[in-house]
C-alpha cells in the first residue's frame, strides 16, 4: 500500500515524475515520517468520502514537506524551479513588450511625420481625406502605446 500511496501522491502533487527512483524514495521517506503502519490501516477503513479527504490532506503535507527539502537543500529531487521558470517568462515576456513598443513608436512618429507634412503642404481635398485617415492611424498608434507602457 506504501507504495501505491506513494506513486498517488507523486503524481497527484505533480512533484517528479514517478519513474525515478530518487523521487520515489524521498516521497516515501516522507510518508513513512506522517503516516505510521497504524494510520495506514485506519485510513484505509474510512469511508470513500474521508478516506478522500484524508489522503488529499497527506498528499499537501508531504507536497510542502518536499518543497520545504528542497528549499533548505536538503531533497526535492526533480522539482521544477517555479519562481526561475516565471522570472524567465517574465523576462522574455517584457523583452516581447518593449520589441513592440519601439517598433509602434516608429510607426507613430512616421505618422506624425506625414501628417505634419501634408498639413504643411495642404493640397486638394483628396489630401485632406488622406490627411484625416492619418490623423486617425496616428492617434490609434500613440493610444496603443500608452497602453502597451
Same mark, same amino acid.
Given at each position: 500500500?506504501?507504495?501505491?500511496l506513494?506513486?498517488?501522491?507523486?503524481?497527484?502533487?505533480?512533484?517528479?515524475?514517478?519513474?525515478?527512483k530518487?523521487?520515489?524514495?524521498?516521497t516515501?521517506?516522507?510518508?513513512?515520517?506522517?503516516?505510521? +503502519? &497504524?494510520?495506514?490501516? %485506519?485510513?484505509?477503513r474510512?469511508?470513500? *468520502?474521508?478516506?478522500?479527504e484524508?489522503?488529499?490532506?497527506?498528499? !499537501?503535507?508531504?507536497a510542502?514537506?518536499?518543497?520545504?527539502?528542497?528549499?533548505?537543500?536538503?531533497?526535492?529531487?526533480?522539482?521544477?524551479?517555479?519562481?526561475?521558470i516565471? +522570472? &524567465?517568462a517574465?523576462? %522574455?515576456?517584457?523583452?516581447?513588450?518593449? *520589441?513592440?513598443?519601439?517598433?509602434?513608436?516608429?510607426?507613430?512618429? !512616421?505618422?506624425?511625420?506625414?501628417?505634419?507634412?501634408h498639413?504643411?503642404?495642404?493640397?486638394?481635398?483628396?489630401?485632406?481625406?488622406?490627411?484625416?485617415?492619418?490623423?486617425a492611424?496616428?492617434?490609434?498608434a500613440?493610444?496603443?502605446?500608452?497602453?502597451?507602457?
Open positions: 500500500l506504501y507504495a501505491k506513494t506513486l498517488f501522491i507523486i503524481a497527484k502533487s505533480c512533484l517528479g515524475n514517478p519513474a525515478e530518487q523521487v520515489i524514495r524521498e516515501a521517506a516522507v510518508i513513512y515520517s506522517v503516516l505510521s +503502519r &497504524k494510520d495506514m490501516t %485506519a485510513l484505509f474510512l469511508p470513500p *468520502e474521508q478516506r478522500a484524508q489522503l488529499d490532506d497527506i498528499q !499537501k503535507t508531504v510542502g514537506i518536499r518543497l520545504y527539502n528542497k528549499f533548505r537543500g536538503k531533497g526535492g529531487a526533480n522539482i521544477d524551479d517555479v519562481p526561475g516565471v +522570472r &524567465k517574465a523576462d %522574455a515576456g517584457l523583452a516581447a513588450l518593449k *520589441e513592440e513598443t519601439e517598433r509602434f513608436k516608429e510607426i507613430a512618429n !512616421k505618422y506624425a511625420a506625414i501628417v505634419e507634412f498639413s504643411l503642404v495642404n493640397e486638394e481635398e483628396s489630401v485632406e481625406d488622406c490627411l484625416q485617415v492619418l490623423k492611424l496616428l492617434i490609434n500613440r493610444q496603443y502605446l500608452e497602453y502597451m507602457q
